[in-house]
């Protein structure tokens, strides 16, 4: 089975500070997703990877930033925390393979911003 | 941009009946649909994918139908179960070479015992 892990289940932050979600998985999937999902407005993607030191930004990008150093880690981080940023944001991962291309959804992290 | 709608927002129904699901997108040049399912407080979890070619798919009492030309998806639950409340969300998928999902606002379900 697939394993998409997520650094925090529940995160309380300050405004301003900068904050570090991870997304690791298990099964050598090249494409990873971050998404933030909010009631009334859905999943929306923020940004998203489809190899090593790739990204491309999403629909929502504004005050995120990502890193993916090694294929199985996808890292979000908000640069300098703001209370619109307190959300449950979910990881996701896919492989690269016409057919394949079920997503595999980590826990998710809830995250509030004071 | 992808706009996709889906129909009813929520949805009680007594244990037993059979139900459909419905989800609607704007922009018919999609590479697949995906369907999942999401538990209160939880991430979500892949039911069906069918491919832009297939007209349906089937997986034990699920089976969701797509009709790309119309924009037009369902997901039929048969014999519905009190473990099949949840929020059902449907996601078309964009091809040429930039896998992304669209994500409609789901339908909740609640199967009354």
């Known amino acids: 089975d697939v394993k998409v892990t997520q650094s925090s289940r529940y995160l309380v932050k300050r405004t301003g500070e900068k904050v570090f979600l991870e997304c690791v998985q298990d099964?050598?999937?090249?494409?990873m997703f971050w998404y933030r999902q909010d009631p009334g407005l859905g999943l929306r993607l923020i940004y998203f990877?489809?190899?090593?030191?790739?990204?491309e930004k999403g629909d929502i990008p504004e005050g995120y930033s990502v890193s993916r150093e090694k294929k199985e880690r996808f890292s979000l981080i908000l640069e300098s925390a703001s209370t619109n940023q307190t959300s449950m944001y979910l990881c996701?991962?896919?492989?690269?393979?016409?057919?394949?291309?079920?997503?595999?959804f980590g826990p998710g992290t809830r995250l509030l911003v004071l | 941009k992808q706009e996709v709608t889906q129909i009813p927002a929520a949805l009680s129904v007594p244990e037993g009946e059979n139900l459909v699901l419905n989800c609607s997108f704007t922009d018919s040049a999609i590479y697949n649909l995906q369907w999942f399912r999401q538990d209160p407080g939880k991430g979500l979890t892949s039911l069906l994918l069918?491919?832009?070619?297939?007209r349906e798919q089937t997986s034990g009492r699920l089976n969701a139908s797509l009709d790309k030309s119309s924009g037009r998806s369902t997901l039929y639950i048969a014999a519905s179960q009190p473990g099949d409340s949840a929020t059902y969300l449907c996601a078309p998928g964009s091809g040429a070479g930039s896998y992304q999902l669209t994500f409609g606002k789901g339908t909740k379900l609640s199967v009354i015992p």
């Open positions: 099964m050598d999937h090249e494409n």
């Open positions: 069918i491919q832009s070619s297939q």
């Open positions: 996701a991962t896919n492989p690269f393979t016409a057919g394949q291309e079920t997503q595999y």
């Open positions: 990877s489809y190899d090593v030191k790739m990204k």
